[in-house]
Nanobody, 117 residues
Framework: HVQLVESGGGMAQPGGSLRLSCAAS?????MAWFRRAQGKEREGVAA?????NYAASVKGRFTISRDSTRKILYLQMNSLKPEDTAMYYC??????????????????WGQGTQVTV
């Protein structure tokens, strides 16, 4: 069972930047970032598998990527807005997922890292 450890959260000013990292204990084909703001449903932010996918609300501002081992997932967040404030979670699945923003498709989750803008 893969383990995921997130880091890099914190506080930023509106318009600022943060970079989140997620270290996986093993390679998984599908990895993604989700977030949950207080009082709101969990939502998909971005995913990396054979390609990349983004939520409309972050497209053009956030960039998802992996390192050369494909076991570290990053989320570069630029032009941050107050509405980006949330707990951010890394998720993964050994195989492919049909819908990248379907949280139930992912089998492993990190503990979360708080982002406050």
């Amino acid at each position: 069972h893969v383990q995921l450890v997130e880091s890099g959260g914190g506080m930023a000013q509106p318009g600022g930047s943060l970079r989140l990292s997620c270290a996986a204990s093993a390679y998984t084909a599908s990895m993604a970032w989700f977030r949950r703001a207080q009082g709101k449903e969990r939502e998909g932010v971005a995913a990396s598998s054979s390609g990349t996918n983004y939520a409309a609300s972050v497209k053009g501002r956030f960039t998802i990527s992996r390192d050369s081992t494909r076991k570290i997932l990053y989320l570069q967040m630029n032009s941050l807005k107050p509405e980006d404030t949330a707990m951010y979670y890394c998720a993964s699945k050994y195989g492919a997922v049909r819908f990248w923003d379907d949280a139930s498709a992912y089998s492993a989750w990190g503990q979360g890292t708080q982002v406050t803008v």
